[in-house]
């Protein structure tokens, strides 16, 4: 349908589910390429806020979440209670989580021990204090 001209921002469900969000959810990083070459909208949200970002980080599809973030995706758009992409991986202890976690981790933030400490210094804005170690 893309390659026909089918606007990849036309379908919603009655959710708010959108083309690029279903395929962030289900870890499709061919799809989702495709849905961004055809103009989906990178940042949209569906009736909650969650932006395809956030749903990629949610469901740990790295892959996903790379080709997101290439694609201009905002790590700081939260959702409706508030919470931003970031946040449904920072969780626990440095080194815990699958090698999936770490990939986000390092996605998002720039290296893959990101913990919850580090969340809040780069939303503070002194990420280089997370860099260093030193984070609250």
Not at 19 to 30: M, Q, W, Y
Not at 47 to 65: F, I, Q
Not at 77 to 96: E, F
Request: glycine fraction near 10%; charge should be neutral; charged fraction near 20%.
């Amino acid at each position: 349908l893309l390659k026909s001209g089918a606007c990849p921002n036309s379908f919603v469900d009655s959710y708010g589910c959108f083309s690029l969000l279903a395929a962030a959810r289900t870890g499709s990083s061919r799809l989702c390429t495709e849905l961004l070459e055809a103009g989906a909208s990178v940042n949209a949200t569906d009736s909650l806020g969650e932006t395809p970002l956030a749903a990629a980080v949610r469901k740990l599809h790295p892959k996903v979440v790379g080709v997101l973030l290439n694609a201009g995706a905002r790590t700081d758009q939260p959702d409706r209670w508030g919470r931003l992409p970031i946040d449904g991986i920072v969780c626990g202890s440095p080194s815990s989580g699958s090698p999936a976690e770490r990939d986000i981790r390092a996605a998002l933030t720039g290296f893959p021990s990101a913990t919850i400490e580090c969340k809040m210094a780069i939303v503070d804005g002194v990420e280089e204090r997370c860099v260093a170690g030193t984070a609250p």
